[in-house]
């Protein structure tokens, strides 16, 4: 009959578990991190970056309260490309929005197609600056 102190050393230690659940759901986060950005494409979902005013692809005729064609992006609104970028002209991209449930001016409207050009818009979200965001806001409190 095996003694306590044998049956304890048979039994893998938590710290390892521990460690191997840690890896597991890390690993996706950090290959996510790391992949490399392709060309922006019709059906990509590209992220506004920073506050930005747009131009209107078709405005609504006679919108009340809207002085001119452009609205207003958030920082971070996700877009869903409809045309890519247009490399004989200026680069622009058409894309609708999909963020913003506010519809009034000067936001956007949730499906509105604006122009954007590409140097207002990132690909993927900064996985661990969002994370490192949300820390700091944890424990400043």
């Not at 992006?73 to 622009?92: A, K, R």
Request: aromatic share 6%; net charge negative; glycine share 6%.
């Amino acid at each position: 009959m095996p003694s306590p102190s044998d049956q304890s050393h048979a039994e893998p230690p938590l710290w390892s578990i521990g460690l191997a659940v840690i890896v597991i759901l890390f690993a996706p986060l950090v290959l996510y991190s790391l992949a490399p950005t392709g060309p922006v494409r019709e059906g990509d979902t590209v992220f506004s970056e920073g506050q930005q005013r747009v131009h209107i692809n078709n405005p609504a005729p006679s919108r009340p309260n809207q002085p001119d064609d452009t609205c207003l992006l958030d920082p971070n609104s996700p877009l869903i490309v409809v045309h890519s970028p247009n490399t004989d002209t200026d680069g622009s991209i058409i894309a609708q929005v999909q963020g913003n449930p506010a519809s009034e001016w000067p936001f956007c409207s949730v499906h509105a197609e604006v122009m954007i050009k590409t140097h207002q818009v990132f690909q993927k979200p900064a996985v661990f600056g969002t994370i490192r965001e949300i820390l700091v806001g944890l424990f400043s409190r």
